[in-house]
Structures are given as structure tokens and as C-alpha cells.
């Protein structure tokens, strides 16, 4: 193809530049590369733009080529499997209405609007449906047509209708057409739909259209597509994990939680999971005495401090308002953070250069107004504990500040086990504070983290709106990421608040705030931790740890002084009170359902020789008889330097061998 006016340049990764009409498809140049590396692509990416190989290209700039191999491949993939997942629904239930279908993490969906709800039936249709679609080998086809030709193509299908109503005159309209389905999509696909082998069809929700509850209800199936079927069944065990280790059931089963309908997004915790909150908090607080100052604030502030702080205008709506019976009106609220409280705190006395930093550290109870929908377990509650921390340091202090708090963060995670990807956050759209102010807040926040050397992925735009941060995304036992910690550096709160201390030259000077949080909310970290055990929580986090076990009658008043000494030397003990009227296998059963770490079992000859049998979570019958006494040590042991079992139940832990290994 000769070379017009419009000619335009690609540059490929190695450097070298590729110079085409405008309009040529990317394909072209692609053969134009290698033959090899065509049969290959499956898509194209143009300065961080996802296009298919079938789209002209109208524009120069960075040109590389995705195969199977390219992690991004992996969304064109999934957007075509859920082009095939239509084709299927379409040819099985011709009257659904079509409305969206893209590609999401791990998966895709499509939504239908359809008079009758989908059931697990249909989904096994669907997917097979969709298994003869694929098989056909048909291509993905691209056409673009104008605003008036959509509206024609588009008239029997009223969501699409809508969508065409979005549409600018000067718009590129495109649909794409596989065998006898054609939607209205802006692409990219994979070439044709035999690459579309590897899915599973996994659920159905309903999904209002657009997002908006007042709209009609539409029916979403969900499902999952891979290059690799050894990927698709890794992701599909992932999956059964995730609802095995579910901790919603999991609470309920280790009675540890209960929620009801009385207080909505508020958790009553029973005796066991007390024992478990409170331990958590034991070991934070062990970890911060230390260095840290901890405090207690009102949980409740009228909205003069919350006009100061920029959240009054910004996070009303989530905030639980508090009618005034003199005003008349809704001027206070509880407390959804404590930042504020803090600042009241510290500005409650004067402060020298000498006391920096000072670490605030607080528990209180926090509310925050989620919409009812939101809600979901331990994960997102209105009403949880922060393990909340705000420093008051001097510029200068940034650098080591930022690397101590590191340091205390990835330290509290590995004592879980989990380790952790960091992530810089960079202002967002909506912010407080001028730009020359968020200038110098990244780049100490950026400086101070390159100083400590740990590798880091940036996260533009995703900064808290009074300044930039450092995020912490730990990966649990089956793969999964969430995201917990924070250090976030703030100018704007003290020249709100007008903080001050008296610095070396016996001037007053600003400090800099760096908000703190660890494990973030402790009722959604102690989710995390349910699921990323199974419930089998190491011994020293285990509401109890050691169930005594009488069998038979004789051996009641040995399995008491059994419980009360393991309860002497700090051990959590439970000895039935109706052991003697008790079965014990009911006892053996039950402790395991509970997931108790430990069953001391005792019976005759235990009794006489005042031994114990220790039989470990998961070991079935196999049990290992010790000297009371060092059963009783090697418990405490394992307990006081926290121990870690392998995370799901595997019973060798991770730092010492096993009872009855040499």
C-alpha cells in the first residue's frame, strides 16, 4: 500500500520504527514483522491500548504484539468468551434482551434481561452451547457504521438502543459479528472463537442495568476463560478454596460471629471469638508499646471539626448523622476515623522538636454509613476497630520515619505468614490542597520509600484525597490479595488544624502527619485471617487451644488437674463440665469441628503415670503420650513464640518439628 499525507509510525520494542498508511489494520503490520508472529497474535498494544488485529489503526506511537504469553491477552480473551457466552444464550433463548459483557478480573460477565431467572441448568446449557460455538472457529468480524446505521441495526434490542443514545455524530461506532450474534462492541477480540477453549461457566446474580436500583433488574452470569486448561482448573480449585475457606461460614461453624438484622453491618462476637479479637489486639499492642503512644477520643464530634478537616463537605454521606433536639438539625456524627481526633489531641499541649515523632495509636470504634448491599461479612461492616495510627514527625524525619513504619508493617504480616506487594499511590482527581503542597508531599513520600530499597509498583491517582500513600497488598495462602496497610503522608491536615511545635531555632514550625494503619479494620482483618487458615489458626491465635479429654469416668479428676495446669502456665484449656456424663469420641468430634489445635487425651494409664496423649489438629488417631509436665512446655513454647502451622491446616508447623519427631 503506498504511503499517503496520513502516514504514521510505529515503534516496535526493540527500537526500530515500522512507518504505514493510516488506516492500515493491525494485522498488516504484523505480517509485515514475521509470518510466524501472526499466526501467533492475538492482539495488539498501541502506547498501553488494547486493540485486535482486525482494527485500523489511525494513529502512530509504541506498537508491540500480545500472544498467549502477554498477561493482557488474557482480557481480549475473556471479552470474546463472553461474546460467545451470548451467541450461546441467544441461540438457547432467542428473546434476551442483550446488555453489557466485558472482561473483569479473573473472568467476565454478560448481563441479559430475561423473564425468568437463570437456573444452574441453564448455566450447563449455556456452557455446553458455548463449547459447540467455539468450535466453529468463526471469526471475530469488526465493522464500523455511522449513528444512523447503529440506531437501524440496534432498533429490536432496546438496551443496546440505549446505549446508541451515548453516542457522539463523530463517534467510531463498531460492532462485531461471530457466526450469527452481533453486538455493538468497541473490541478487541481474539481473532476467531477457536481460542476460546479453556472456560467455565461459574454463577448467576441479579444486576440492575446501568448499575442504578431503579432501573430493571437484569440477569448476569458470571464465568472464568484461560489459554491453558492446567490454568482453568488452578483457577477453579482457587475458587473452591476461597468457598471452603469462606469465613461468613466458616464464623458461624468456629463460633466466633454472628450478625442479625437488628444491626445491620455489625458483628456480635461470642465468647470464642472475643478470645480471638482480643488476642489480636494483645499482640499489637505488645508490638507497639514500645514506640508507640496509645490513646482513647470520643466517638462522636459535631461538624465544626469535620469542616476543618475537608470531610464534612467530601464524606457526610457516609457518615452516621446525629440529630440536635435544640437545633433541630443533623450537626454531629459518629466518628468515622480518627484522624481529627488526633489533631485535637495533639494540639491539646505544646510540643518540642525533642518529642518527635509522636505515634498516636487508638482502637476506638468506628462507623461508617455503607449502603446495605455493600455489606458483606467481616469484610465491610459500619461498625469496626481500626488499628489506627497518626505521627506527628518533622520534615526531616520523613525518610526514616517511612522506613521504620515499614519495617513494623511487613514484620506484624509475616507473623502471619503473608507476605506483601507495595504499591505508591499519587494524587487523585478529587483532592484538598494546592498542587506546589502535593509536589513536595510525593516526592518525600517517594523519596523516603526508594531510600529503603524495596521494590515498589506505582498507583497513579489512587492517593487519599489529602495526600499521596504507600499501600500494602498482602497475598494469602491460596493467591489471593488484599489490600490492608497504609502510610500516608499529609501537609494539608496541619495547616488546617494549625499544628505546630517549637523547633531548635525556638521557632514555631509545622510538622507533617503520616496516617498509619496496619491490618486497616480489625474486623476485616480478622476475615483475612479465618480464610487464610481455614480456621486452623496457629495455637497462640486459637479462641482454645488445648481440648482435655476424659475417657472413661477414672480419668475425670487427672483430666482436671490436666485443664488447670495448662491453664496455670497461660494455656487456653477446656475441660466438658459434663466430661463424666459426656461420650468422649462426641468430645474428639467436637473439638475437631472447632478446629481446636490440640486434644489432651487422657485416660487409665494416662491417669496413673501422670503423662498425657496429645493428638494434633488433623492428625486423625495418631497421637504422641508425653510427661504432663512437657507436654505443658512444648505447648507454651510453640504458643509464646507464635508458632506457625502451615496456613489451611497442614499439621507440621513451620518453625519447629512436630510432637514426636527427633
Known amino acids: 500500500m503506498p504511503l499517503t499525507d496520513d502516514a504514521i509510525t510505529l515503534t516496535l520494542p526493540d527500537g526500530s520504527e515500522r512507518t504505514v498508511a493510516a488506516g492500515t489494520p493491525a494485522a498488516d503490520v504484523v505480517r509485515g514483522i514475521s509470518e510466524g508472529l501472526l499466526r501467533a497474535a492475538l492482539a495488539v498494544e498501541l502506547d498501553g491500548e488494547l486493540l485486535d488485529l482486525v482494527t485500523p489503526l489511525r494513529r502512530g506511537g509504541s506498537f508491540r504484539v500480545l500472544t498467549s504469553r502477554d498477561a493482557q491477552a488474557l482480557d481480549v480473551l475473556r471479552h470474546s468468551a463472553a461474546h460467545v457466552l451470548a451467541t450461546a444464550v441467544r441461540r438457547l433463548r432467542p428473546e434476551a434482551k442483550i446488555g453489557f459483557g466485558p472482561s473483569i478480573e479473573d473472568g467476565f460477565y454478560y448481563d441479559f434481561e430475561v423473564d425468568e431467572p437463570f437456573t444452574p441448568a441453564d448455566l450447563e446449557a449455556f456452557e455446553e452451547e458455548m463449547r459447540r460455538a467455539a468450535a466453529e472457529a468463526v471469526p471475530f468480524e469488526r465493522e464500523e457504521i455511522s449513528l444512523d446505521e447503529a440506531r437501524i441495526r440496534m432498533a429490536d434490542d432496546p438496551l443496546k438502543m440505549e446505549r ?32 476460546v477453549r479453556h472456560f467455565r461457566l461459574l454463577s448467576t446474580a441479579g444486576a440492575y442495568w446501568r448499575g442504578d436500583s431503579d432501573r430493571q433488574m437484569l ?177 526531616e524525619q520523613i525518610a526514616s520515619e517511612v522506613a521504620f513504619l515499614m519495617r513494623y508493617i511487613l514484620d506484624f504480616y509475616a507473623a502471619f505468614g503473608l507476605s506483601a506487594t507495595i504499591k505508591f499511590a499519587t494524587r487523585p482527581e478529587v483532592r484538598i490542597g494546592d498542587d506546589d503542597l502535593w509536589d513536595r508531599a510525593e516526592g518525600g513520600l517517594l523519596a523516603a520509600l526508594e531510600e529503603t530499597g524495596r521494590p515498589y509498583e506505582l498507583n497513579e491517582g489512587d492517593g487519599a484525597f489529602y495526600g499521596p500513600k504507600i499501600d500494602f497488598e498482602i497475598t494469602d495462602s491460596i493467591g489471593r490479595a488484599w489490600q490492608c496497610g497504609t502510610i500516608q503522608l499529609d501537609y494539608v491536615a496541619p495547616e488546617r488544624f494549625r499544628l505546630e511545635y517549637v523547633g531548635q531555632d525556638n521557632r514555631m514550625h509545622r510538622p507533617v502527619v503520616i496516617h498509619r494503619a496496619v491490618s486497616g479494620s480489625l474486623e476485616r482483618f480478622i476475615a483475612i485471617l479465618v480464610e487464610h487458615f481455614a480456621g486452623d489458626f496457629p495455637l497462640w491465635l486459637a479462641p482454645e487451644q488445648v481440648r482435655v479429654i476424659a475417657i472413661g469416668a477414672h480419668g475425670i479428676d487427672a483430666a482436671v488437674a490436666v485443664r488447670d495446669r495448662m491453664a496455670e502456665a497461660g494455656l487456653r484449656a477446656h475441660l466438658n463440665p459434663r466430661a463424666a456424663e459426656t461420650d468422649f469420641r462426641e468430645e474428639i468430634k467436637d473439638a475437631s469441628n472447632l478446629k481446636v489445635p490440640y486434644m489432651a487425651i487422657i485416660g487409665s494409664r494416662e491417669a496413673e503415670a501422670g503423662t498425657v496423649s496429645l493428638r494434633a489438629r488433623g492428625a486423625k488417631k495418631k497421637q504422641v503420650t508425653l510427661p504432663l509436665e512437657e507436654a505443658v512446655g512444648r505447648l507454651r513454647r510453640e504458643s509464646e513464640t507464635r508458632e506457625l502451622w502451615g496456613a489451611g491446616g497442614t499439621m507440621e508447623p513451620s518453625i519447629a518439628p512436630p510432637f514426636g519427631s527427633s
Open 164 to 195: 446508541v443514545a451515548d453516542f457522539d455524530e463523530d463517534e467510531v461506532i463498531s460492532t462485531y459479528t461471530n457466526g450469527d450474534f452481533v453486538d455493538l462492541c468497541r473490541g478487541p477480540h481474539v481473532p476467531d472463537t477457536s481460542h
Open 219 to 395: 440477569q448476569r452470569i458470571y464465568g472464568t476463560a484461560w489459554f491453558k486448561a492446567k490454568d482453568l482448573k488452578a483457577h477453579v480449585h482457587r475458587l473452591e478454596e476461597a468457598k471452603r475457606r469462606d469465613h461468613r461460614v466458616l464464623g458461624k461453624r468456629l463460633d466466633l460471629f454472628r450478625f442479625h438484622p437488628s444491626a445491620p453491618g455489625a458483628a456480635f462476637w461470642t465468647p470464642r471469638g472475643t478470645v480471638l479479637y482480643n488476642e489480636l489486639l494483645a499482640f499489637e499492642r505488645a508490638l507497639q508499646k514500645d514506640d508507640f503512644l496509645e490513646v482513647m477520643t470520643p466517638l462522636m464530634y459535631n461538624k465544626s471539626l469535620w469542616e476543618t478537616s475537608g470531610h464534612w463537605g467530601k464524606y457526610r454521606d457516609d457518615m452516621f448523622l446525629i440529630l440536635d433536639n435544640e437545633s433541630g438539625n443533623h450537626d454531629s456524627s459518629l466518628k468515622p476515623m480518627n484522624c481529627p481526633s488526633h489533631y485535637l489531641l495533639y494540639q491539646a499541649k505544646r510540643h518540642s522538636y525533642r518529642e518527635l515523632p509522636i505515634r498516636y495509636v487508638t482502637f476506638d470504634v468506628l462507623h461508617r454509613n455503607e449502603v446495605t448491599g455493600a455489606l458483606s461479612g467481616l469484610t465491610r461492616v459500619r461498625q469496626f476497630q481500626q488499628d489506627d495510627c497518626h505521627c506527628f514527625i518533622a520534615e
